[in-house]
Structure formats: C-alpha cells, structure tokens
C-alpha cells in the first residue's frame, strides 16, 4: 500500500514553541511517499540509499517499523521513499516520511490504526530519534491543516502563497534545540523574555489571520510579524550567514522574511508580493489541508 503525508512550515513561534509557548504552523503542499509491501525480510529504499533496519542511515523508518512491530508484530516489508521535501530543511521531512510509513504499514497489515494512533507512535518515533522534540511535526504531518499549537486550535484560513528559498545548509533540529537549551540555561533572563515576545507575536499573527477569513490576507501586517520573529531567532543563535543573506535580498525588494524550523540552515519563507522573486532554489507553495492519506 502507498501513503503520503505533507511538509509543515511554521511560520511564527520556533523554538518557543519547545517551551510550551504558541506556535503557528501549517501544512503545505510538498508530500512524502511510502510505497509498504509485505516481504519476508526488511529493506528500506530511499534517496539515502538501501539498506535493511538502519538505526543510523534510516532511524526514522527504522524506529517507525520497530514500533510499530509492537502494536502489530511483523516479520519483513519492502519500504521504497519518495518525497518532494527537501530533506534537512525545516520542513519536517523526517515526520513526513515517519508518518506516511506508519499509514502505508497499516494499510498493508491491516493494523486498525486511528490517525490518532499514528500521530502517537510518530511522536515516539521523534523522541526514540532526536532525544526531545515538541512533536509539532508529526502533529501536522499526520492531520494537516493550519494549526495553533500547543493548543491545538485548527484555524480556518484563506489560500494564499508562501514562498520557501532553500539554503541548501543542513537544519538538525535536535542540535539547534539543544544550542538554544543551553543558551537558555545560562541567560534565563534574557532568554524566557525573548520567548515572551515570540508568544506575543504568533498571537498577534493568529488574530490577523482569523480577521481576513473573508477577504485577502493582510500581507503587510504578516510582514511586519515575520520581520519582527526573525529578528528574535536570530538573537537567539539561530540563523546563519546564508539565511541572513536571503533575508536581506528580499528585504531590498520590500519583502519581510524568516527562517523555518530549527535554523542554523534550511528554509527561509516569505509572504506578501512574491510572485516576481527569482532567487536561486526558491519556489512558492500553499497551505494544504489534509494530512497523510492513502494513496492507492
């Protein structure tokens, strides 16, 4: 059976969001696929290579079969990965290969499992892999939608573009969260207020977009939150020289942009008037309401 579950961006509230402050963030329409057959040994086949179980090439499909071999005991399958997410990027990849695995697992053994039940083992699977982790990703992953997170409020939301520029540098999310931890550690004080100020900005961007349900987004009011986030995560360590490249690019064509996800690399978003941007690796997607699915 093949599944596929979608990328999430978050366009406001990274690495507060770890602190149980609010996040918004969003599915998009960039998908993973997992094609599961049933097989008397386990290979994994992706563009990380082929190998059978492989905790250190493949963790995430292989902690996603060994637990779901717990709920439904299995003794091989064929797992072929294809996917139009950048991987490493701040785009949740790895919860969309975790989750998409998990549903086509179900559907070819007949596990009975809820999207609930596959957002539960996909969350273990995060903390099985990364050590911590909101769980934001496999959240979204697995129910799509826009999302205020942690509540978990599904927002309605009026289409519109987001345009994604990707650095081509590595985001591990598990060391950027661990940088952060420590700087939060030894600056408490100025940490937590910096946070603080997230919060208040995902709020205010939750508000702006509830307003403009029934007519265009306020693109300049997003702007100015984007522009206003980004500063933050970048006095908090988490941007780089690349991203504050393509942020200052766009800025000189009156566009306001972030990073997304840990930082340290990955994507940089953007919204408002991006139809005519040509950056190198850039490309526009849009909010995408479902989550994983079967595909055949």
């Known amino acids: 059976m093949k599944a596929s579950a ?11 969001v770890v602190y149980k402050k609010h996040a918004l963030v969003t599915a998009v329409n960039l998908r993973c696929y997992a094609d599961v057959r049933k097989s008397s040994n386990f ?12 905790f250190e090439v493949h963790p995430w499909i292989s902690f996603a079969i060994k637990n779901f071999s717990k709920i439904k005991p299995i003794e091989g399958a064929e797992v072929k990965i294809e996917s139009e997410i950048p991987i490493a990027s701040g785009l949740g990849s790895s919860a969309a290969v975790t989750v998409s695995v998990l549903k086509a697992l179900d559907a ?3 596990a009975g499992l809820t999207n609930d039940d596959i957002y539960e083992i996909a969350r273990q699977v995060e903390i099985d ?30 289409d519109f573009d987001i345009l994604v520029v990707d650095t081509k540098e590595k985001s591990i999310t598990s060391e950027m969260v661990r940088k952060v931890a420590e700087l939060r550690d030894k600056y408490p004080d100025i940490i937590n207020p910096i946070f603080d100020a997230i919060d208040g900005i995902t709020l205010k961007a939750v508000k ?10 306020n ?20 941007s780089s020289i690349k991203i504050d490249e393509i942020v200052e690019k766009l800025k000189e064509k009156g566009i306001a942009a972030k990073l997304t996800g840990a930082g340290g690399g990955g994507c940089v978003i953007a919204i408002g008037n991006i139809q005519n941007v040509d950056l190198e690796n850039s490309f526009i997607v849009k909010p995408e309401k479902e989550g994983v699915r079967i595909e055949q």
């Not at 911590?132 to 999302?147: A, N, Q, Y």
């Open 129 to 158: 892999v990364q050590g911590m982790g909101s769980g934001t990703d496999p959240f979204i992953s697995t129910l799509g939608g826009m999302w205020l997170v942690p509540k978990r409020e599904r927002l309605k939301f009026k």
């Open 208 to 217: 702006v977009l509830k307003s403009e349900i029934d007519k265009e987004v």
């Open 219 to 238: 693109k300049n009011e997003l702007s100015e939150l984007i522009f206003l986030n980004q500063c933050l995560l970048k006095a908090i360590g988490v």
């Open 108 to 110: 070819e053994f007949e």
């Open 6 to 16: 979608p990328a999430k961006i978050i366009l406001f509230g990274e690495h507060a």
């Open 43 to 54: 290979k994994i086949i992706s563009p990380l290579g082929t190998t059978s179980l492989d």
